[in-house]
């Protein structure tokens, strides 16, 4: 088992498969960014992992990015300070065509709140909702 681990973790991405090109994770939390981005990281989830810690600093991304530079998933907090998940929801929903039909968006939150599910749940940009923290299990199960 020891051997396999090892020449895992030697072998190029594009061998073994990684399952998104890049992933972008929204959370004013750092540290779940930092321990969410090792989980991405570690599973061959994501070859490439941005980060951010408020909604608008996504957003200012998004917006200025090349298509081929657009994250294919959104990891998105429901609770941040400033702006939270709704509002990003909102404004990504005034993004071009081109960007809200390339980036598939799975909310994660700490609250249980049934408001919350309900309400991303009607969003169409919402393709999942997540407690957290993220698992191996709950990226195995994202399949978009």
Same mark, same amino acid.
């Given at each position: 088992?020891?051997?396999?681990?090892?020449?895992?973790?030697?072998?190029?991405?594009?061998?073994?498969?990684?399952?998104?090109?890049?992933? @972008?994770?929204?959370?004013?939390?750092?540290?779940?960014?930092?321990?969410?981005?090792?989980?991405?990281?570690?599973?061959?989830?994501?070859?490439?992992?941005?980060?951010?810690?408020?909604?608008?600093?996504?957003?200012?991304?998004?917006?200025?990015?090349?298509?081929?530079?657009?994250?294919?998933?959104?990891?998105?907090?429901?609770? @941040?300070?400033? @702006?939270?998940?709704?509002?990003?929801?909102?404004?990504?929903?005034?993004?071009?065509?081109?960007?809200?039909?390339?980036?598939?968006?799975?909310?994660?939150?700490?609250?249980?709140?049934?408001?919350?599910?309900?309400?991303?749940?009607? &969003?169409?940009?919402?393709?999942?909702?997540? &407690?957290?923290?993220?698992?191996?299990? @709950?990226? &195995?199960?994202?399949?978009?």
């Amino acid at each position: 088992m020891k051997n396999e681990i090892s020449l895992m973790e030697t072998m190029n991405l594009e061998t073994v498969g990684v399952k998104y090109e890049h992933v @972008m994770l929204v959370d004013d939390d750092s540290v779940q960014n930092m321990v969410h981005g090792q989980l991405l990281d570690r599973g061959l989830f994501a070859k490439k992992i941005s980060t951010f810690n408020s909604a608008q600093e996504a957003l200012d991304f998004l917006s200025q990015s090349p298509i081929a530079e657009l994250p294919s998933l959104i990891f998105l907090d429901i609770l @941040m300070p400033g @702006m939270d998940g709704f509002g990003f929801l909102e404004e990504f929903a005034k993004l071009n065509l081109q960007i809200t039909s390339h980036c598939k968006v799975v909310m994660l939150s700490s609250s249980e709140s049934f408001d919350h599910l309900n309400k991303a749940n009607r &969003n169409r940009y919402v393709r999942k909702f997540l &407690n957290k923290p993220l698992t191996p299990e @709950m990226l &195995n199960a994202i399949n978009f």
